[in-house]
């Protein structure tokens, strides 16, 4: 089974994608002929983006993105991780702040490669300073360019409340937004004025809703109908049912990593999120044009400092 | 000597009248600005008032329990919002602050309790529902208003100052590049965005209310559960 095929594939085997070992699911291609196949179905399917925008609580945002990418990765999915965040919380989550100071003379720490082929790449504000001088980074933007070739779904991470300020860099691939929400009514406010945002510069982008922070399993229900009722009424839009994450009950360490935390309930709760995100991605919604996303982003940041 | 009353039938020109010729009875300050005026696709509103703040009420009746009034009341304030410029022009002379959301004041001899309940689900709206009762004796009749249901939606100052705190624009931070060679590291400072620089997505108050019972809901549900 070539991986090319993994994102075409229908309902029925999504279940099988599910119940074969992790060892089975391998994303490198078994021989040059898969590997000729690969490359036709690059050039047929344009890429596809999910942004996640998360709340106020970076390391949840982190954890949900990087095991996100994972719990697709292991489905066969080529995936690239792109961290907008000032503080690179994905970086820190994969790496531990240790690890990051370690290179940080190197601009290749803009592109880790971490477990499952997962690419993890680091586009905070001062990356892109660095790469909008493309005389002097051109092997870098390159390397960018080959990633987005090579990834069945660039996962694109951000808080809300640095949304606002990188919103206008998000190409206009990215028609998938999945937006983190908590029971709390202020925070979904909150929430809701992002969907607002998103919805107002691109009416045709799909939103789905993950609720996080979750103790008891009618929080979900109350939060969803809550929010969707909102975004219908006044955005005249439809939400969609994300997934969602329960209640952290370990004691937190801000300093935290992949290899340090592990919460079987939370990780339960993403495999369910990536079964959804395999979903949608079936459905074909977002696929749009081919236009290059790291090109576009960059450039986006380009005009942006102009002004 | 006491005088004995019987449960009667009012007829809707009388209701009218009544309602017409005591306005203070139905809701304090109330002054009378139309009847009967049709929103043509949306049916006739009965009553169209001002109260003591300028507010708009749309006061519908009838003379027997009917859920549809507030269907018809909301569709018909959809219309005056859809057609404010006419309504403006029509009642330039009034007072009347269109700024402010209408009340919608529905009259019947008694609500469901279904009614009721769907009412309460639309926080977004200030509603009030009068229940009547006509009496009859040898010599003389009367009708008794009484409140039922009344629900105001949450003002923006009657928001706990949590609240408040969450509609203030969010403090953006934009990374600024270290400068200083001696540095490697690529550590950043944070310096804040002035508010101009920012893109503030606001909300109004109908969207704002409509999560203000979120914590009831909650609480429904936990108690179902």
């Known amino acids: ?307 | 000597m006491t005088t004995i009353f019987r449960k009667a039938q009012i007829d809707r020109d009388k209701l009218r009248d009544v309602i017409l010729k005591n306005p203070g009875d139905i809701q304090s300050e109330l002054g009378f600005i139309d009847f009967q005026f049709g929103t043509a696709e949306e049916g006739v509103i009965d009553f169209l008032g001002v109260d003591s703040t300028g507010r708009l009420v749309i006061i519908n009746f009838d003379t027997k329990e009917n859920d549809e009034l507030l269907v018809t009341a909301l569709s018909q304030m959809r219309w005056l919002k859809k057609n404010e410029n006419l309504v403006k022009r029509v009642f330039f002379s009034e007072n009347v602050d269109f700024n402010q959301d209408p009340l919608i004041l529905l009259i019947c001899p008694g609500f469901s309790r279904k009614l009721i309940s769907a009412a309460k689900e639309l926080s977004g709206h200030d509603l009030r529902f009068v229940q009547f009762q006509y009496v009859i004796s040898d010599a003389q009749d009367a009708i008794l208003f009484e409140d039922i249901f009344s629900q105001q939606k949450p003002e923006i100052e009657d928001l706990p100052m949590q609240n408040i705190e969450s509609l203030k624009p969010p403090t953006i931070l934009e990374e600024v590049k270290v400068t200083d060679n001696s540095i490697v590291d690529t550590t950043v400072e944070l310096t804040e965005i002035s508010p101009e620089q920012e893109e503030i997505i606001s909300l109004t108050q109908q969207e704002i209310a409509e999560f203000m019972d979120f914590d009831k809901i909650l609480e429904e549900k936990q108690t179902s559960d």
């Open chain 1, 1 to 307: 089974m070539s991986d090319s095929k993994k994102l075409g594939k229908s309902i029925e085997d999504i279940s099988y994608l599910f119940l074969s070992p992790s060892g089975e699911d391998s994303s490198e291609p078994d021989d040059s002929g898969q590997q000729e196949e690969k490359s036709t179905s690059i050039l047929e399917t344009p890429i596809k983006s999910i942004c996640m925008v998360g709340g106020e609580f970076s390391f949840l945002d982190a954890f949900l993105v990087i095991n996100l990418s994972l719990a697709l990765a292991r489905l066969g999915m080529r995936i690239a991780v792109v961290d907008l965040e000032p503080e690179r919380p994905c970086l820190n989550f994969f790496l531990g702040t240790d690890g990051q100071k370690e290179d940080s003379n190197n601009m290749n720490t803009v592109i880790k490669e971490g477990p499952l082929g997962v690419k993890l790449i680091s586009l905070n504000t001062s990356a892109l300073t660095e790469l909008s001088n493309t005389a002097k980074n051109s092997k870098l933007i390159s390397q960018l360019n080959k990633i987005e070739e090579d990834v069945d779904l660039i996962l694109v991470n951000v808080m809300q409340r640095n949304l606002m300020n990188m919103h206008e860099l998000l190409p206009e691939q990215i028609r998938e937004f999945l937006v983190l929400t908590y029971p709390d009514k202020n925070k979904m406010i909150e929430s809701y004025r992002t969907m607002k945002m998103i919805s107002q510069r691109n009416p045709l982008t799909k939103i789905g809703v993950v609720v996080a922070e979750v103790d008891h399993m009618y929080e979900i229900d109350a939060v969803y109908d809550k929010m969707s009722g909102a975004v219908r009424k006044f955005l005249d839009k439809e939400l969609y049912k994300g997934g969602f994450l329960f209640k952290i009950k370990q004691d937190l360490d801000v300093n935290a990593t992949i290899a340090s935390f592990y919460d079987a309930d939370l990780t339960a709760c993403i495999s369910n999120i990536a079964q959804i995100v395999v979903l949608r991605l079936n459905l074909g919604e977002n696929i749009v044009s081919k236009e290059a996303f790291f090109k576009k982003m960059i450039g986006g940041f380009n005009a942006q400092r102009k002004l």
